[in-house]
């Protein structure tokens, strides 16, 4: 059961990765609270202008991206 769940649970990092990173919508991963890019995604880079490189492990207040929707902010 143990090895059942965990090749569960990397098929379904897989799965969340591969839509993560073709959604056609800029998008953004941060952690909590220090707001710290972890990963974005070819449309980010594309509107934004900003290689993938380049922003993650920076906060996302020193990232210059416009209107932005902060899930998880109170």
Do not use: W
């Not at 769940?5 to 952690?31: D, N, W, Y």
Request: with cysteine.
């Amino acid at each position: 059961q143990r090895k059942q769940a965990e090749e569960e649970r990397t098929q379904a990092l897989e799965l969340s990765q591969k839509v993560f990173h073709s959604s056609p919508l800029p998008t953004i991963l941060t952690r909590l609270p220090e707001r710290t890019v972890m990963d974005a995604n070819e449309a980010f880079e594309l509107m934004l202008g900003y290689a993938r490189a380049e922003v993650i492990g920076r906060s996302i207040s020193g990232v210059s991206i416009g209107n932005v929707i902060v899930c998880g902010e109170p």
